[in-house]
């Protein structure tokens, strides 16, 4: 039977467009001929196509300007001014974790059974835009509740616009425009980069408490955080506002399940029915010990790296806001230098040293914001620290693999954020009581030797058991 032929016969049995894609793929057709005649078969028309192509390339140009002035150190800070304590800050960002985790999980189980309409991801968009101007004005009435909603509700909203949009501007790509996508994600990073510098300038530049301007005889009051924020909610309900526009013929295909009980319990099951990959071997074990910590410490340093730039750092170099954004603009750019080139020299390197060095790295931005007190060591210590991330997340994938076959991999990943709930939720409670009973600074130790001391001696060890392995396994 040819891939036509195989195409509609999954048609006929109402499969979505991504779940197609998945079957055909494991029965031995490439991706790229499935995509091709995906788009004959559904019909779309080039000029229809090239419309909804150019639709998409500005939507991620808003998108980009978005994510720039929205940074979530600048969120963390407001966050802060607002009115909330350290230990709600770090709190609510472990439960704001919890949150993404399960509704990713859902959403991707959703999105397994029923075609995603465009609507829910435009209508995302806008929720998430019009969330800044709710987190702006919690700012202002120094209501630290009215922002945690705002950020709630904000959060919510890009989980569905964010990670539902991906998969549906997949498919609605042709497959050659897939490489051009691939620039703009890094291309997109300069424009994040250059609007998070521009955002910091101007949330410098005008007080915190206000700046009076006057015109037409009145006088007004100006907040530089407002503006900022407005602008993150003007380009995200654009964002919004242009998928709408996109024509997509693929809504009209029927699909298998449309409860939502059954897609919960279908996700449920899932995430329970997988704990056997996790318990498989004390090797599966410890990995997932020293990647759940590994997560624990970096929401914990996130949450409070931005704060401690501004209040320490305030009256220093460029000031509070502006000293944040250039230390994470550097962090940014070494995230896009650190993943081309991690990719490009993993396959010589070991797993052993990639996890080893990768975490050490990781551990030397809370080490240097305890020990070193210079701005530009704490520039150097975050850009390290992503390029840390970055090696553990490859030599971390490339020693599952060695540990797993590619479909127990696969559920790993998938449910690894689930059971990461419950330690996540304790460990970051008590990370962010340890910051209120204590300080900023003792909680960058903890972190740090929570890095060098435990996680990077457990990484060691798991290569060291493979090799152990391996080696008796070739005696034999």
């Known amino acids: 039977m040819g891939l036509i032929d195989e195409i509609k016969r999954e048609l006929a049995i109402s499969h979505s467009i991504n779940e197609i894609k998945s079957n055909l793929v494991k029965r031995g057709f490439l991706q790229e001929d499935v995509e091709k005649a995906l788009y004959q078969m559904l019909n779309i028309k080039s000029g229809v196509r090239s419309k909804n192509e150019n639709i998409l390339s500005i939507k991620e140009l808003t998108d980009r300007i978005g994510y720039g002035s929205a940074s979530q150190q600048f969120v963390n800070i407001l966050f802060m001014l607002s009115g909330?304590?350290?230990?709600?800050?770090?709190?609510?960002?472990?439960?704001?974790?919890?949150?993404?985790?399960?509704?990713?999980?859902?959403?991707?189980?959703?999105?397994?059974?029923?075609?995603?309409?465009k609507?829910?991801?435009?209508?995302?968009?806008?929720?998430?835009?019009?969330?800044?101007?709710?987190?702006?004005?919690?700012?202002?009435?120094?209501?630290?509740g009215f922002f945690a909603f705002s950020l709630i509700v904000g959060t919510l909203g890009i989980i569905a616009h964010g990670d539902l949009y991906l998969n549906y501007s997949k498919s609605l790509l042709k497959p050659d425009r897939k490489t051009f996508l691939k620039f703009i994600s890094y291309f997109g990073i300069l424009i994040t980069s250059a609007v998070?510098?521009?955002?910091?300038?101007?949330?410098?530049?005008?007080?915190?408490?206000?700046?009076?301007?006057?015109?037409?005889?009145?006088?007004?009051?100006?907040?530089?955080?407002?503006?900022i924020f407005e602008i993150t909610a003007i380009m995200f309900i654009i964002s919004g506002y242009l998928l709408s526009f996109v024509?997509?013929?693929?809504?009209?295909?029927?699909?298998?399940?449309?409860?939502?009980?059954?897609?919960?319990?279908?996700?449920?099951?899932?995430?329970?029915?997988?704990?056997?990959?996790?318990?498989?071997?004390?090797?599966?074990?410890?990995?997932?010990?020293?990647?759940?910590?590994?997560?624990?410490?970096?929401?914990?340093?996130?949450?409070?790296?931005?704060?401690?730039?501004?209040?320490?750092?305030?009256?220093?170099?460029?000031?509070?806001?502006?000293?944040?954004?250039?230390?994470?603009?550097?962090?940014?750019?070494?995230?896009?230098?650190?993943?081309?080139?991690?990719?490009?020299?993993?396959?010589f390197l070991g797993e052993a040293p990639m996890l080893v060095f990768g975490t050490l790295l990781i551990a030397l931005m809370p080490i240097t914001l305890y020990f070193n007190h210079n701005l530009y060591s704490i520039g150097l210590g975050a850009a390290l620290s992503i390029v840390g991330s970055t090696i553990v997340g490859v030599a971390q994938g490339l020693l599952g693999e060695k540990l797993m076959n590619e479909n127990e991999l696969k559920r790993y990943?998938?449910?690894?954020?689930?059971?990461?709930?419950?330690?996540?939720?304790?460990?970051?409670?008590?990370?962010?009581?340890?910051?209120?009973?204590?300080?900023?600074?003792?909680?960058?130790?903890v972190l740090g030797i929570t890095l060098a001391l435990v996680?990077?001696?457990?990484?060691?060890?798991?290569?060291?058991?493979?090799?152990?392995?391996?080696?008796?396994?070739?005696?034999?």
Request: glycine share 8%; charged share 10%; aromatic share 16%.
């Open 455 to 476: 996680v990077m001696p457990l990484y060691f060890l798991i290569v060291v058991i493979v090799d152990s392995e391996y080696r008796k396994e070739r005696r034999v």
């Open 84 to 117: 909330a304590s350290f230990f709600f800050i770090g709190l609510f960002n472990g439960i704001k974790t919890v949150l993404v985790t399960l509704l990713s999980g859902f959403l991707e189980e959703y999105s397994k059974v029923k075609q995603v309409s």
């Open 413 to 445: 990943y998938s449910s690894l954020g689930f059971v990461s709930i419950i330690p996540i939720l304790l460990l970051v409670t008590l990370g962010a009581l340890i910051t209120q009973l204590f300080n900023l600074e003792f909680l960058f130790l």
């Open 196 to 227: 998070l510098l521009i955002s910091g300038f101007i949330m410098q530049s005008i007080p915190i408490y206000g700046l009076n301007i006057i015109f037409a005889g009145m006088t007004f009051k100006i907040f530089g955080h407002i503006l």
């Open 247 to 347: 024509q997509d013929q693929s809504e009209k295909i029927a699909f298998s399940y449309s409860t939502f009980s059954n897609i919960f319990k279908g996700y449920l099951s899932e995430n329970i029915g997988s704990y056997r990959i996790f318990a498989k071997n004390n090797k599966v074990y410890l990995l997932t010990i020293a990647t759940i910590l590994t997560t624990i410490v970096q929401i914990l340093g996130n949450s409070y790296y931005g704060i401690y730039i501004y209040n320490e750092y305030k009256n220093q170099f460029l000031g509070g806001f502006m000293n944040v954004a250039l230390i994470f603009v550097i962090a940014l750019i070494a995230s896009l230098v650190g993943s081309i080139m991690t990719k490009k020299f993993a396959k």
């Open 119 to 144: 609507n829910l991801i435009s209508t995302s968009g806008i929720v998430y835009g019009f969330s800044f101007l709710g987190m702006s004005i919690a700012t202002v009435l120094k209501s630290p």
